[in-house]
């Protein structure tokens, strides 16, 4: 592997893979308030307005110390992205537009504490209505603005118009499965149709999917899908990514990236295993719903989105009861990759979104190489490299090391 000289890890710099950026900074409740206006923007469809609040969040959130009117008019109001104008492939359009709306709105929050759009957002019943609606999963901001112009306000709602079946005692009732026949009356059996989480199925298990993780419960479930793994495929190795290896306390789901220590099989002990393991899993009551379900043909990869080409599945998974607590459904996520593709792997699934986001930019504007989770691939001959390690992934793209806790851009 060829090495690019390093550059060192700067809160001023305009990509987020070159900031440290912390779970908890000295701005937070700023952040936080910004959030809601991006947020806001964001429910409403305004796509470039909330990249534009993300990014500026995103500088913020590396600045090392408390803002205060001083250094806010001596050095943060230069930093990047802060009361730049958003941009856009329309910028012509906004010429005419000189106001920098965060540069007043952070100015707003270092004199008052609150910004007043935020309180007034805040009052708005179509923001907690499409915020609400967003909650449930699988409901994107877009389906959510059209269930509220028909009318949809709340998640009872929402029961009501997707017609969820709710039990004698008041609770609502996930539906038995159909029992799916061939034209020619044949049962299909159960192997053969992983059930999807419908929106239905989304609102009936909404409370269980809205709570959050502990990592003691992460270390508990990735265990027990290791276990399922061994039995398959033995010699396996696998990373616990996402929010997770950033710090979190408490994530939003799990999401595990696998691959087999055996680097000169060419990948064979990967191949199909994430559909047999979410099968084995499945059979043992573990995984109940899939939502995505991808495999290694290019006809997989073509569809999958743009971000890589891995073997991945999004489930719904919970822990078989001990006995003494009650378990939740959780959303896991399980990500195979070739053996040399395991490093990459793991620094595209590590996260943050903005860290992933600028981390592609990064490498193809300034390196001329396309980053993606499943490697490295030279732009102008399509050279396609594999780091052995995550250092080396660093390494090869000419980025000082940043620890996955300071990832949280
Ligand atoms: P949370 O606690 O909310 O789960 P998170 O950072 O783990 O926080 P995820 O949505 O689970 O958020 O995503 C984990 C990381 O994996 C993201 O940072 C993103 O870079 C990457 N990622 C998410 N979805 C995909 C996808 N479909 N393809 C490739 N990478 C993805
Ligand atoms: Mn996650
Ligand atoms: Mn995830």
Redesign the pocket.
């Known amino acids: 592997l060829v090495t690019s000289p390093r550059i060192f890890s700067n809160y001023t710099a305009r990509y987020a893979c070159l900031r440290a950026s912390p779970l908890v900074c000295p701005n937070q409740a700023l952040a936080a308030e910004l959030g809601v206006l991006y947020l806001h923007r964001d429910l409403e469809g305004k796509a470039v307005n909330a990249l534009g609040y993300q990014r500026a969040i995103s500088v913020l959130k590396a600045y090392p110390r408390v803002i205060t009117l001083e250094n806010f008019d001596t050095e943060v109001r230069h930093l990047p992205y802060i009361g730049e104008k958003i941009q856009s492939k329309v910028t012509y359009l906004q010429h005419t537009t000189s106001s920098h709306p965060e540069v007043e709105q952070i100015k707003e929050f270092i004199r008052f504490g609150v910004i007043e759009e935020c309180q007034t957002i805040r009052a708005s019943e179509r923001f907690w209505s499409l915020k609400t609606l967003t909650s449930v999963h699988g409901i994107g901001a877009t389906t959510a603005r059209n269930l509220y112009s028909i009318g949809l306000r709340t998640l009872e709602d929402m029961e009501r118009y997707y017609d969820v079946p709710v039990a004698d005692d008041g609770t609502l009732k996930l539906e038995e499965e159909e029992v799916i026949y061939t034209p020619n009356g044949k049962r299909i059996p159960r192997q053969a149709r992983l059930p999807d989480l419908s929106t239905k199925a989304a609102l009936v298990l909404r409370n269980d999917l809205e709570a959050s993780i502990s990592r003691e419960e992460v270390e508990e479930m990735h265990a027990v899908v290791m276990a399922e793994l061994e039995e398959l495929q033995p010699g396996c190795v696998s990373t616990i990514?996402?929010?997770?290896r950033?710090g979190?306390l408490q994530?939003?789901?799990v999401?595990i990236v696998f691959s087999h220590s055996d680097l000169r099989s060419g990948g064979n002990q990967v191949k199909g295993l994430c559909r047999k393991l979410v099968q084995r899993l499945y059979d043992r009551g573990l995984v109940t719903h899939v939502t995505h379900l991808s495999g290694f043909h290019a006809r997989d990869a073509m569809r999958t989105?743009h971000?890589?080409s891995l073997e991945?599945a999004l489930t719904i998974f919970i822990l078989p009861s001990d006995g003494t607590q009650k378990r939740s459904h959780r959303r896991l996520?399980l990500i195979f990759a070739a053996p040399e593709a395991y490093w990459t792997g793991v620094v595209?699934?590590?996260?943050?979104?903005m860290?992933?986001r600028d981390l592609r930019l990064w490498a193809k504007v300034e390196k001329g190489m396309k980053f993606d989770?499943s490697g490295i691939t030279r732009r102008h001959d399509s050279k396609k490299f594999f780091p052995k390690s995550e250092l080396e992934v660093f390494e090869f793209l000419g980025l000082e090391w940043i620890d996955p806790t300071l990832r949280n851009a």
Request: hydrophobic share 15%; aromatic share 16%.
């Open positions: 990514v996402g929010g997770y950033r979190k994530s939003n789901d999401d989105s971000w890589d991945k996520d595209g699934w590590t996260g943050s979104k860290f992933e989770s």
